[in-house]
């Protein structure tokens, strides 16, 4: 919300800087995001400041109020005329287009004079045809007529982006004074949280202002001179749904005449972001600005005319199915059934706490007007709001909710002002219907329950002058209790407890969150209950970064077609299999992925042009839908990819292999050892559908299918923008993985005597997987069998063909005592015997 | 006899002087230490000299042949030393060559951030708890005091899931959780059903991924991270979310960082507040990244509302308890100096070996 500091001060005084101000401000919860300067002195370009600052200040000495005496033509140009002006010290003579003057135009002296805004040679003003920059007035010819100075329009002071005229002040304005003080103003760009709905009224910011400087408020007056005839039996008001609208009251002003507001109320509402109608319109924007209630004025002639002659009814009621109505933007619009209308016994007149209708809207002819002051439904008004797409300053504060105590004081209000500027007069009286009142809560509670939220020690008479401030009524009774009755302007303030953190809320606001004590954490600690999950991860990642692996994160949102990308067949699988948006933000990222492999490959994709050694891994969650429930699983995975040179280039020696599927084989298995798995990790011929079909390993822990392992296949790689190298990627269960690590291990004892170490090599078949070889080995080993090493694969003519041979190194060990050779020599037999039994491997000499 | 014999002692002293390789040296270890050397042989030739003159003769032999071994000995170490100094000059490297790259793994930046952040709360007693990122309406909104049609909701634009059985103009009952809140709710349930009537307090950190329905800009993305913090117990306090975050800062920032508090709104909190942290890049003087305020805002956080602790199975009058949240990408941009929020899911090489 925009708050002019001007209009602020009206209603409390401020014995403080724009700057102080607005840091009170933020303090209390209405955080100031910018402060736009129109007139008054700008803070240093070097002020540590909060907020944003934007604006100009007009210089005391070069920009004042001054009047025009008369308007004469240009000697040499149509479109111009000059302009004889007095700043209280001397006449000039002003060069200027500005057509609001074209009127006075040889009409001789005026007066009363024009008052105007007069910047004198050498002030420093907006520049209207650069945004953004400024420009100072020089001494210079226009068509032959010498300027220096000139009469501004709200553009050069940065009131508004109006340049089609001059400003043209109220009469009263005093000429001479600096323009600075005399409307010089600081516009507050308040961000108002929904707890703070109160605040969305200058009245309900300066009431803040005023209990945070325990300051007086002074509340507008609602005094209105009634001189018309009795509204009785003149319009009439009928609540069908209390719900739905708490309160309606009608008030009827006529003979009014339309026009321009004063130039002041049209420069606060253009400071506070409206737009100047006529004096009827200005005066409901600006009781609205004023107190937070939205107001309606309908043009009461066609009230009078829908009811045939006879005085109207107003009722309020829901929709009827189909009900349509023109709204004044000129919008057709179809009323869904939990809208809530104002209508007549004609039909609708206007949307309620939304917008009002064209037809009966006031209009340049308009003489009569019934003025609307109401309350509505905050959630009606959200969801009709939402449905129309319409946002309007009404339905933005019926929102946040509004007290219906403010309906009368904001009506009177407006008639008053309506008298003022429109010189009409008003009716005796208001209809209201107020047929369900507000209950404001009445909070007890004790200094005890601040306490126990807050951790300050306040007295009662402390807390109670705290909360008075804001106009709760608080009595204190003897036996230490604090009975607070919430002042008829919130609606934020619960009961019970609910209530009481409400009040510890206001009372933590007003006396400072910054004096407020800070603590260590004294409470008894809490049951530790195994929430291991995450230690685990940490463990997993961790054994991951030592394998020189980096981690990385890519989005939960993807598309089907780009996790097709990743598998042979590139066939999408339908949206209908994903957990999917209703609402994505974009067609490539509507619904949640389920493998991590796609995310990988693009990543990979994108740094394959910068580097040529990547390994990379993620840990995270895939989405998948359940057959029952509303929600889908969520399990863990990880997710690993190998591509380039094993070893980044080096000076020294021949540049490194690309990496293959046994680089990638052996991080998992060094990922098993360090996680100190139970049992190895098992590898079989396997299938995926993004991998070579003989180059895939299916990953085993015991029983348990962990995940794949393997090349990508070429037509995968193909797809995407890598080198020649091989990818190796992997996919695993990251849930399986994290549940296997164990908690805790036992060491084997460190041997005491020395191995026997021999090498072994068998030829067996092509088609004997190695993985049977070393079993054999190790069943014929027996206890004594350390360790058995892989260092060399054969094939050759003089092993056969379709034959190759396996070097293994085995190690014998006794935790006892030294092996002899004999031992050596009755456990290698044994092996040998082993590994002819069970794949046909027969020692090689 | 004896005159022969100094005389050969200057003449091997000469000789080994002149010695500057260890095959020489060798050679002339034999000629004049060997069995057969003239001076090892004088003892053989004692008959030669009067008997009285024999111990004299016998006492200046043996200086002589101690004399040539120590000479001797002084000279092979000083062969050695040379050719140490040989070897050593020949085998120098030019040590400006590049040395040999090694692979390095790293964790993610928001990884870590995330377990610099958690650390901290862990060493005062928080526990890790985490929670699904696909959940209802009612835990990630209406269980946190946000109902349906709450002004509060346009704080945070929505991904819906697609739910079968639910009309296009239903509000979806399935969101991407908007926050980590929700696992308040979760962690509240858990604790309290270990003890329905008495439940045991807790302190909880929940990081995790949270969603927003926003354009992916420099400054906004559709997904991003969170650290939540939970402690409800019979006397936690405001004053103490003032110290425990504080404590955070202090230990997060640095031992001199300074913060302050300013009240703020969020549903589930009350009082709610926002926390600054005074800017470590600029010391609080004022840079373009805590834009000239000196305060970089790095948490909300609050006292946990009634319903919210009602919700969750804790009775408001008995228990009251403190939550905050805070955005590891941002604590991460503002330590590094990280202006464009999309490099975190982009996960290019070269921003991620920075770390
Ligand atoms: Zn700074």
């Not at chain 1, 993807?558 to 209703?582: H, N």
């Not at chain 2, 103009?169 to 003890?195: C, F, K, N, W």
Request: aromatic content about 8%.
């Amino acid at each position: 919300m925009k708050v002019p500091l001007s209009w602020l001060k009206d209603y409390v005084d401020i014995p403080l800087s724009v700057e102080d101000l607005a840091n009170l401000l933020t303090s209390l919860g209405l955080e100031v995001e910018a402060v736009r300067y129109v007139g008054l002195p700008m803070p240093p370009a070097d002020a540590r400041l909060d907020f944003k600052t934007s604006g100009l200040a007009w210089d005391p000495d070069k920009i004042v109020v001054a009047e025009v005496r008369e308007v004469l033509p240009h000697p040499n140009a149509d479109r111009l005329v000059l302009a004889r002006v007095y700043d209280g010290q001397a006449e000039h003579q002003v060069v200027t287009g500005a057509p609001n003057l074209f009127a006075y135009k040889g009409q001789g002296s005026l007066d009363p004079p024009l008052k105007v805004a007069y910047a004198r040679e050498g002030a420093v003003l907006l520049d209207p045809y650069n945004p953004g920059g400024t420009l100072r007035l020089k001494r210079r010819k226009i068509r032959g007529v010498e300027s220096y100075s000139m009469v501004c329009s709200e553009k050069e002071l940065g009131i508004s982006d109006e340049h089609e005229g001059i400003i043209l002040l109220d009469a009263d304005a005093p000429t001479g004074v600096p323009l600075a003080d005399y409307m010089g103003d600081a516009v507050f760009d308040i961000a108002i949280t929904p707890n703070m709905a109160r605040a969305l009224g200058i009245l309900g910011v300066a009431r803040e202002v005023a209990a945070a400087l325990g300051a007086p408020l002074r509340v507008p007056d609602t005094a209105v001179v009634m001189e018309g005839p009795p509204i009785e039996g003149r319009a009439e008001v009928r609540i069908t749904d209390p719900d739905a609208n708490p309160r309606f009251a009608v008030g009827l002003i006529e003979d009014v005449t339309l026009g321009p507001s004063p130039y002041e109320v049209q420069r606060r509402l253009k400071l506070a972001g409206m737009r100047p109608i006529n004096n009827i319109v200005d005066a409901t924007n600006y009781v609205m600005l004023e107190w937070g209630e939205p107001l309606h004025a309908f043009d009461y002639d066609i009230l009078v005319e829908r009811a045939g002659g006879q005085a109207p009814t107003i009722i309020t009621r829901r929709a009827r199915p189909g009900e349509r109505l023109t709204t004044l933007d000129g919008e057709e619009r179809v009323l869904p059934p939990y809208a809530v209308l104002v209508t007549d016994t004609a039909g609708p007149l206007s949307i309620a706490g939304v917008m009002g209708g064209a037809e009966s809207e006031v209009r340049p002819t308009t003489r009569r007007v019934l003025l609307e002051a109401a309350v509505w439904d905050p959630i009606t008004i959200r969801r009709v709001s939402k449905a129309l797409k319409l946002t309007t300053e009404a339905a933005y504060r019926y929102q946040r909710g509004v007290h219906p105590a403010l309906v009368e004081p904001a009506l009177l209000r407006a008639l008053e002002l309506m008298r003022r500027w429109s010189g009409g007069t008003v009716a005796q009286g208001i209809v209201d219907r107020y047929p369900k009142p507000q209950r404001d809560p009445v909070n007890r509670f004790r200094p005890a329950d601040i306490r126990r939220l807050l951790g300050l020690d306040l007295t009662a008479t402390e807390i109670a002058n705290l909360l008075r401030r804001l106009e709760f009524r608080v009595t204190v009774h003897d036996d230490g209790t604090i009975e607070a009755q919430t002042p008829p302007h919130r609606l934020d303030i619960g009961e019970g407890v609910v209530g009481i953190a409400d009040l510890a809320e206001e009372i933590a606001r007003l006396y400072g969150y910054d004096r407020i004590p800070a603590t260590r954490l004294a409470d008894e600690l809490p049951p530790y209950l195994g929430l291991e999950r995450a230690r685990r991860e940490d463990r997993i990642k961790d054994a991951l970064v030592v394998l020189g692996l980096q981690e990385v994160i890519t989005y939960r949102l993807t598309a089907p077609e780009r996790e097709a990308r990743a598998t042979v067949a590139g066939e999408p699988r339908p949206d209908s299999e994903y957990v999917r948006l209703v609402n994505p933000i974009a067609h490539d990222r509507r619904v949640l992925r389920q493998t991590l492999l796609p995310n990988l490959l693009e990543v990979a994709e994108r740094n394959a042009r910068f580097v040529a050694r990547q390994a990379l891994f993620e840990w995270g969650p895939v989405f998948l839908p359940r057959e029952e429930g509303l929600l889908p699983d969520e399990p863990q995975r990880l997710a690993l990819l190998l591509t380039g040179p094993r070893e980044d280039d080096f000076w020294a020696g021949a540049a490194a292999e690309a990496m293959d599927f046994y680089d990638l084989k052996g991080v998992l298995e060094t990922l098993a050892r360090a996680l100190h798995l139970p049992q190895p990790l098992r590898f079989e011929p396997g299938e995926h559908p993004s991998m070579h079909p003989g180059k895939t390993a299916r990953v085993l822990l015991g029983d348990k299918v962990l995940g794949h392992l393997g090349e990508l296949h070429p037509q995968v790689k193909a797809r995407y923008d890598f080198g020649p190298a091989a990818v190796l990627v992997a996919e695993l269960d990251g849930c399986a993985l994290r549940d296997a690590l164990p908690d805790r291990f036992t060491l084997r004892p460190v041997p005491q005597f020395p191995p026997v170490i021999e090498d072994l090599a068998f030829v067996v078949d092509e088609t004997v997987p190695a993985a049977a070889v070393e079993d054999a080995i190790r069943a014929g080993g027996g206890a004594y069998l350390r360790a058995v090493t892989l260092f060399d694969v054969y094939r050759g003519q003089n092993i056969g063909a379709g034959k190759k041979s396996l070097a293994y190194r085995v190690a014998y060990q006794a935790p006892d005592r030294t092996l002899s050779d004999k031992d050596a020599a009755r456990i290698r037999k044994k092996i040998v015997k082993r590994v002819a039994r069970e794949v046909g491997g027969v020692l090689r000499g | 006899m004896l005159a022969e014999l100094e005389r050969l002692y200057q003449q091997a002293l000469a000789e080994l002087e002149a010695i500057t390789d260890s095959v020489a040296l060798d050679a002339w270890r034999i000629a004049h230490l060997g069995r057969k050397a003239p001076l090892m042989q004088a003892f053989g030739r004692m008959r030669e000299i009067p008997p009285e003159e024999r111990p004299q003769v016998g006492r200046r032999i043996n200086e002589l042949r101690d004399a040539l071994q120590a000479a001797y000995e002084a000279r092979a170490e000083a062969l050695r030393q040379a050719e140490l100094a040989r070897a050593l000059q020949e085998e120098r490297l030019d040590v400006t060559l590049p040395g040999r790259p090694r692979p390095y793994g790293r964790l993610h930046p928001t990884t870590q951030t995330i377990r610099d952040i958690v650390g901290i709360f862990q060493s005062m007693g928080f526990q890790v708890f985490q929670s699904r990122e696909v959940e209802t309406d009612e835990y990630n909104f209406q269980l946190l005091n946000i109902p349906p049609h709450h002004p509060a909701r346009d704080m945070q634009d929505t991904f819906y899931v697609a739910t079968p059985g639910v009309d296009e103009d239903e509000t979806p009952p399935v969101v991407l959780r908007t926050h980590t809140s929700p696992g308040q709710i979760h962690a509240m349930r858990h604790y309290a059903a270990q003890d329905p009537e008495n439940p045991p307090p807790i302190r909880v950190v929940l990081p995790g991924m949270v969603f927003r329905y926003e354009q992916i800009t420099a400054r906004s993305e559709i997904q991003f991270t969170q650290v939540e913090g939970l402690a409800v117990g019979r006397h936690i306090t405001f004053s103490d979310l003032k110290g425990t975050l504080t404590e955070w800062a202090r230990r997060m920032f640095g031992p001199g960082a300074r913060t302050r508090f300013r009240p703020s709104y969020f549903p589930f909190t009350e009082p709610s507040v926002e926390m600054d942290v005074e800017c470590f890049l600029c010391g609080g003087k004022g840079c373009s990244v805590c834009k000239h305020t000196g305060w970089l805002e790095v948490l909300g956080a609050g006292m946990v509302h009634p319903v919210v602790l009602r919700n969750g199975g804790y009775d408001p009058e008995r228990y009251s308890g403190f939550a905050f949240g805070m955005g590891p990408e941002r604590i991460t941009m503002l330590r590094h100096g990280i202006q464009d929020i999309r490099h975190f899911w982009r996960n290019d090489v070269r921003f991620l070996e920075q770390f």
